[in-house]
Structures are given as structure tokens and as C-alpha cells.
């Protein structure tokens, strides 16, 4: 079995102005990178601590890993990476609605059931050669609701009404068991 904690990167000047970045690298702002170092406390009280960190390769999850986690050894991996919406990238929020896109893609990009094939091969590959370990991973929306998906046999429309972004249940980290 695996342990994933999974945690959200910070803040970012797009998140900041209702913008959905997808694939478009957005900076954190000075709020995500309070919110990045809160988590760390927080995390580091606990007492929690991993065997490696993995982070999506877009620099709004390198820049939260680095400062929540200064401590942990990273590798970052593309298949971490938010959904691509491909022509919405870097559009307004409103634009971006997930319930309309999990079979059918963004325009030139990629559906919800596309980022869960990615995720799917991602804990394949886990499985692999990370038994027994404590994964942490810093990542975005679509593959934390992929990870939802797959580890809890739930639908994509149970993953999106159930989302912490729209119930307000944010939490220093989402646990996940994989065997």
C-alpha cells in the first residue's frame, strides 16, 4: 500500500483575478506563497513526513512544494499537471466548467476522463516502485479530483458536487490509499 497526501498549490495571481490557468504557468502571488508556508507549519506539527514529494512541472506547484517543503526530496512529473483547456486556458473561471467536460474535451485540449488516464498511469507507476512508502504530491484540481475518482470508485459528476472548491472543506491535505 501507498499513502498519498495530496495538497494544492498555493494562491496565484490568475486565481487571484478568476482566471483558470490550466496549462499556462500563473505565478503564486503573496498570498499563495503565505498559504504554501502555513501549510508547511502545519504539516511539520504534525509530525507528517514523506518518503519523496512529487510535484505537477507547472511552477505554481514547483513554487508551493519548495516553500512548504523545503525539506523533502521533489521529482516533478507532467502527468500532475491541471487539466489542459486548451483555447480557455488563462480565461475567466466561468468559462471553465468541469461538468461539461468530462467525456468531451476543452476545445483543444483535454477532458476530466483524459486527466484520469494520466493519473491512472501515474499510480500504476507508483504502485511500482514506491510500496510501502508516504507519497506527498503538490498538484491542482483535475488530478486531485482524478485521484477522488479512481481511489474511492466514485463519478466524475460525485468528484465535481463534492469538490472542497465548491463545498468550502478545505483541509491542510487530502489522504489516499492506494494498494
Known amino acids: 500500500m501507498i499513502k498519498i497526501m495530496y495538497f494544492v498549490h498555493g494562491t496565484t495571481t490568475d486565481n487571484a483575478s478568476k482566471l483558470c490557468s490550466g496549462w499556462k504557468e500563473a505565478m503564486l502571488n503573496d498570498l499563495g506563497r503565505e498559504q504554501a508556508n502555513n501549510l508547511g507549519n502545519v504539516i511539520r506539527d504534525k509530525g ?26 521533489k521529482i516533478t512529473d507532467n502527468r500532475l499537471r491541471e487539466c489542459n483547456y486548451g483555447d480557455l486556458d488563462g480565461e475567466h473561471k466561468s468559462l471553465v466548467i468541469y461538468e461539461e467536460h468530462i467525456d468531451i474535451p476543452f476545445p483543444n485540449g483535454e477532458s476530466l476522463k483524459d486527466v484520469e488516464k494520466r493519473m491512472r498511469k501515474f499510480i500504476s507507476f507508483l504502485k511500482e516502485n514506491y510500496d510501502g512508502k508516504t ?15 479512481i481511489t474511492k470508485g466514485i463519478s466524475w459528476e460525485e468528484a465535481n458536487a463534492k469538490d472542497w472548491r465548491k463545498t468550502g472543506d478545505w483541509q491542510p491535505g487530502w489522504e489516499y490509499i492506494v494498494g
Not at 507519497?135 to 475518482?149: F, N, S, T, Y
Open 48 to 73: 507528517i513526513k514523506f518518503d519523496i514529494m512529487f510535484t505537477s512541472d507547472l511552477k505554481r506547484a514547483i513554487e508551493s512544494s519548495n516553500i512548504a517543503f523545503p525539506e523533502c526530496e
Open 135 to 149: 507519497i506527498g504530491m503538490v498538484a491542482h484540481r483535475a488530478p486531485q479530483l482524478a485521484i477522488e475518482v
